[in-house]
């Protein structure tokens, strides 16, 4: 699943609108796998972060931030 959602997420000729599901599978990836996926959170962050840098519409923007802000909630939870 990562590598598919890295070609719609790093796919330059793909409109933001086009890919705002992507955002939404990573946050449900990460609620609801927690302890499996760990291996793939940074690579998953990592193309969340580089798809929001270049994102000019507001609402994707919202999903590419909810990722990281929903994952940095539960980083808390691991530095305890």
Do not use: H
């Not at 599978?25 to 996926?37: D, H, P, S, T």
């Not at 962050?45 to 000019?56: D, F, G, H, P, S």
């Amino acid at each position: 699943m990562f590598f598919v959602l890295l070609q719609i997420m790093e796919d330059k000729n793909l409109e933001d609108n086009d890919i705002e599901p992507a955002p939404k599978l990573i946050e449900v990836v990460f609620q609801n796998c927690k302890g499996q996926v760990d291996q793939w959170v940074e690579p998953y962050m990592r193309i969340t972060v580089e798809r929001l840098r270049r994102t000019e519409k507001s609402y994707l923007k919202c999903l590419l931030m909810q990722v990281v802000r929903n994952y940095n909630g539960t980083l808390q939870f691991f530095d305890a």
